[in-house]
C-alpha cells in the first residue's frame, strides 16, 4: 500500500481529533467563565452531554483511524521486498554453469548483465546485510546490503571438498562491513541495529526459469519465477 492511499486515513484521523477537541474545548471555556462568575448565554445540560459526547466520538474515530494508518505502515515496512538482482542459470555440462546476473539500483533501474561460469550443483549469490531492531523496521527503516559474490555450490560436502571453488566477487572486501560485523552487538549500535553478517542464497539452475533475488527485513530470498 502505497502513501497516496494512506492519507485519506492520515486526514481523517487528524481531522477527527480536531473536530472532537472543539466541543471539549467549549465545555472547558463554558466551566471556566462560570467559576469565574462571568456572564454568558444560558445553556441546557442536554447540550453539554450531546457535545461531550460527540467529541469522544470524533476523537475515537480519528484515534481509530491513525491507528489503523500505523499498522498499515508497519505491515508495509515487515512485508517490504528490495529487487536487488534478476539472476538466470544453464546448465553447460555436467557441474558446469553459466550466471547471468541483472542487478538493479536503488531506484529499481536494471544494470548491465554479468556472466560468470562456475562449477557445482546450483548456482549462489550473496553478501552482506545490516538488519535494523523490529521498532526501526517499524518506521520504514530498510536493511543495508551489498551483494557481492557469486559462486557455485555442492550439493554435499564431501563433493564440495574434491573440487575446486569456483567463486567471483562483485566487490572487493570491504573494511567498513567488517567493522560492522565487529560492532552491530555493542552499544549503541546494538540499541537499534538486530545483526550484520553474511547471508547468501542458492538454487538448482534451470534454462525455463528466471530467479528474482530480493532483500527483506529478515535478509536475503530468492523467488523462481518460469518463463
Not at 477527527?16 to 466551566?31: A, E, F, T
Not at 450531546?50 to 499498522?71: E, N, W
Request: aromatic share 10%.
Amino acid at each position: 500500500m502505497d502513501d497516496a492511499r494512506l492519507w485519506p486515513l492520515f486526514v481523517v484521523g487528524i481531522g477527527g481529533i480536531v473536530v472532537g477537541l472543539w466541543p471539549l474545548v467549549w465545555i472547558l471555556r463554558r466551566s471556566a467563565r462560570r467559576i469565574g462568575s462571568r456572564p454568558q448565554p444560558p445553556v441546557a445540560a442536554s447540550r453539554y452531554l450531546l457535545a461531550f459526547v460527540f467529541g469522544l466520538v470524533a476523537i475515537a474515530a480519528g484515534v481509530a483511524a491513525l491507528s489503523l494508518v500505523v499498522m498499515l505502515q508497519g505491515w508495509r515496512a515487515f512485508t517490504h521486498k528490495t529487487h536487488v538482482a534478476e539472476l538466470q542459470c544453464i546448465e553447460l555440462g555436467s557441474h558446469k554453469l553459466r550466471i547471468y546476473l541483472v542487478p538493479f539500483d536503488a531506484d529499481g533501474a536494471r544494470g548491465d548483465a554479468e556472466v560468470d561460469d562456475v562449477e557445482g550443483d546450483e548456482w549462489q549469490v550473496g553478501g552482506d546485510i545490516l538488519r535494523f531492531k523490529p521498532f526501526v523496521t517499524a518506521l520504514g527503516v530498510q536493511p543495508v546490503f551489498r551483494l557481492s559474490r557469486v559462486e557455485g555450490r555442492w550439493n554435499s560436502a564431501a563433493d564440495a571438498n574434491a573440487h575446486k571453488g569456483s567463486a567471483f566477487d562483485r566487490a572487493p572486501p570491504s573494511m567498513s562491513w567488517l567493522g560492522l560485523y565487529r560492532g552491530a552487538d555493542k552499544a549503541p549500535m546494538r540499541w537499534i541495529v538486530d545483526g550484520a553478517h553474511g547471508q547468501a542464497v542458492s538454487q538448482l539452475p534451470d534454462r525455463r526459469a528466471v530467479y528474482d533475488i530480493y532483500v527483506t527485513p529478515n535478509g536475503y530470498i530468492v523467488d523462481k519465477r518460469s518463463l
